[in-house]
C-alpha cells in the first residue's frame, strides 16, 4: 500500500453585517502560489495544533483580528485544488462586528472587506469554500 502526504489547512470565511449589505474578510497574499490574488485568510496546521486554534492563530497573524470562536464548516480536499501538494482544507466560519478593522500581516500584503455581492477573482478553490458558507448561512 502506497501512503501519499496529504497536509491540511485552514480557511476562515469572517463576515462583518452592515445595514444593508455582509462584507468578507480577504487577504491578499504575499507569497506563491497565487501570489497578489485575494484568498481567505488561513495556513498550514501546525504539528499537534487543534484545527479552530489553528483558524484562529492563521486569521490573527494574517489579519490582526481575534475571536473566541468559530464553526467548523466543511473539509474541501479536491486533488490539485492547490498546486504545491494534496492538501485539504477545513473551512471555518466567523461573524463579527461591523466596526471591526483588519490590519494585514504575516503573508497577507493587504486585508480588506469585500461586499459579498463583489467579490473579486479569489485563489485556489476559495469561490467554492465562500459559496458553500454563505448559502448554508443564507447570506447571499
Do not use: C
Not at 23 to 44: T, V
Not at 97 to 105: G, H, S, T, Y
Request: charged share 35%; glycine share 2%; net charge negative.
Amino acid at each position: 500500500m502506497k501512503i501519499s502526504e496529504i497536509f491540511v489547512t485552514v480557511d476562515v470565511v469572517l463576515i462583518r453585517k452592515l445595514i444593508d449589505d455582509y462584507e468578507l474578510l480577504l487577504i491578499k497574499r504575499r507569497n506563491e502560489p497565487f501570489k497578489d490574488n485575494w484568498a481567505l485568510p488561513g495556513g498550514f496546521v501546525d504539528k499537534n495544533e487543534d484545527l479552530e486554534t489553528a483558524a484562529m492563530r492563521e486569521l490573527a497573524e494574517e489579519t490582526s483580528i481575534t475571536v473566541s470562536e468559530l464553526e467548523q464548516l466543511k473539509a474541501f480536499g479536491k486533488p490539485f485544488r492547490d498546486p504545491r501538494n494534496h492538501v485539504v482544507s477545513v473551512a471555518f466560519f466567523g461573524m463579527v462586528d461591523e466596526n471591526i478593522v483588519a490590519k494585514a500581516a504575516d503573508d497577507a500584503k493587504e486585508a480588506k472587506w469585500f461586499s459579498v455581492k463583489e467579490l473579486p477573482k479569489l485563489a485556489f478553490d476559495h469561490d467554492e469554500i465562500i459559496n458553500f458558507a454563505l448559502s448554508k448561512h443564507k447570506l447571499k
